[in-house]
C-alpha cells in the first residue's frame, strides 16, 4: 500500500462522510487505503460505515482517545507508506493526494512532511472596527472576519508556525487567498490535512496519546526538527476546513487543551531557556485569570485541574524528553532557525 489515509471521527457521521468521499473520489497514480477511526463507537455507527463503505479500514475506538490517540490507532491499523491525515470536518480538493505526494517525492527521504492547504468554508466580509460579533473569526493583526453570502476566500492555514512564547499557530490564519503569503518560517504541519512518512513519524515516537488534542501535530513536528528532518509545505494540496465544526473554535476545552499541552509540548522538546520562559508565564497567565476572573482565559476550576494534572503531565514530558536524547544546544538550533 503506498498511502492510508486516516480520519478520526467523534460522533460526527455526516461530515465524516463527507470526508471519507472525498478522498474516495480522488484520482491518484498510487494505492490508497483509507482508515477511519470511530471514538467511542457504538454498535449502530459501526454498522453503518461498514454497510456503507465495506473497503474501508474501520477501527472502533470505545473509548473517546481524542484527535492524537485516535491518529495512533489509524497509524496501528494501517499499512501505507505514506499516512495522510485529513480532519472529518474537511474535504479534499480534486487533486489533493497527487500533489501532496508529488512534493512530498520530490524532496526525497529528508523531508518527513508535507503540510497541505487548508482554506476555510464559505465566504468572510471584515467585520466593521466598531462592531463585534461572537462569531467573528480574529486575525493576528486585529481583523475580524464575518461570515456572508458573498465575500472573500480566506485560508486556514498553510502549516504551523512556532513563536518564541512557545505557541503554535496556523500560518497564514484568515489571509484572503489572492494575497501574498505570510513569510514566516515553517515549523510543522497541522493535523487537520498533512502527508508523512510513516518512518520518520516511527523513528521519533509516533503522536503522544497523552496530548488527547491540539498541540499533538506540534509535538511530532518539533521532534521531526529535532531529527533532522524537513518540513515543506504544497500549496496545491488543498482541503476545505469547516472550521471548528468538530470542536469549537474557542470554548473551555480547546483553551484548557491549549494551554496544558502547550506547557507539556515545550517542556518535552524546548531548549532550557524556552522551558522556563513558559513555565515562567503560565504561571504569570494563571495569576491574572485568578485575580480578574471576568478576563480570564482558564477559570478557577480549570486552573486547579492544571494544577493538580501538572506533575504526571510534567513527568511524562520530562522522561520523554531524555528519552528523545537531544542535547540543549540542538534544541536551541532548531529554535533559532525556525521559531517566528
Avoid: C, K
Amino acid at each position: 500500500m503506498d498511502l492510508s489515509v486516516i480520519i478520526v471521527d467523534w460522533h460526527q457521521p455526516d461530515l465524516t462522510r463527507r470526508a471519507i468521499d472525498s478522498v474516495l473520489s480522488q484520482r491518484v497514480d498510487a494505492s490508497v487505503e483509507v482508515v477511519l477511526v470511530v471514538n467511542e463507537a457504538d454498535d449502530a455507527t459501526v454498522d453503518a460505515y461498514r454497510a456503507e463503505y465495506p473497503d474501508v479500514v474501520l477501527v472502533a475506538e470505545p473509548t473517546n482517545a481524542g484527535f492524537a490517540g485516535g491518529v495512533e490507532r489509524g497509524i496501528a491499523a494501517s499499512s501505507g507508506a505514506v499516512l495522510v491525515l485529513v480532519n472529518n470536518d474537511a474535504v479534499a480538493d480534486h487533486g489533493f493526494l497527487d500533489r501532496g505526494l508529488a512534493v512530498l517525492a520530490a524532496g526525497g527521504p529528508g523531508v518527513a512532511v508535507v503540510a497541505a492547504t487548508a482554506v476555510l468554508e464559505g465566504r468572510f466580509v471584515a467585520a466593521p472596527s466598531d462592531s463585534r460579533a461572537p462569531d467573528d473569526l480574529v486575525a493576528g493583526d486585529g481583523r475580524r472576519w464575518r461570515r456572508a453570502e458573498v465575500g472573500q476566500t480566506l485560508v486556514n492555514g498553510t502549516g504551523v508556525v512556532l513563536d518564541r512564547s512557545g505557541n503554535g499557530r496556523d500560518r497564514d490564519w484568515l489571509r484572503p487567498i489572492d494575497d501574498a503569503p505570510e513569510s514566516a518560517p515553517l515549523f510543522g504541519f497541522s493535523g487537520g490535512a498533512a502527508f508523512l512518512r510513516r518512518a520518520a513519524v516511527a523513528e521519533v515516537g509516533g503522536f503522544d496519546p497523552t496530548l488527547f488534542m491540539y498541540y499533538e501535530d506540534l509535538d511530532v513536528a518539533w521532534r521531526l526538527r529535532l531529527a533532522g528532518y524537513e518540513i515543506r509545505h504544497a500549496p496545491d494540496a488543498v482541503v476545505v476546513h469547516r472550521h471548528a465544526a468538530s470542536s469549537g473554535s474557542n470554548g473551555p476545552l480547546v483553551r484548557y487543551q491549549s494551554m496544558r499541552n502547550r506547557l507539556a509540548v515545550v517542556v518535552r522538546n524546548g531548549s532550557p531557556a524556552l522551558v522556563t520562559r513558559v513555565v515562567f508565564r503560565t504561571l504569570v497567565r494563571m495569576v491574572r485569570d485568578l485575580a480578574q476572573p471576568r478576563r480570564a482565559q482558564l477559570a478557577p476550576a480549570a486552573w486547579r485541574r492544571l494544577v493538580l494534572e501538572a506533575p504526571a503531565v510534567l513527568r511524562h514530558a520530562r522522561r520523554a524528553r531524555r528519552d528523545d536524547g537531544h542535547d540543549a544546544a540542538a534544541r536551541r538550533r532548531v529554535e533559532t532557525l525556525l521559531a517566528g
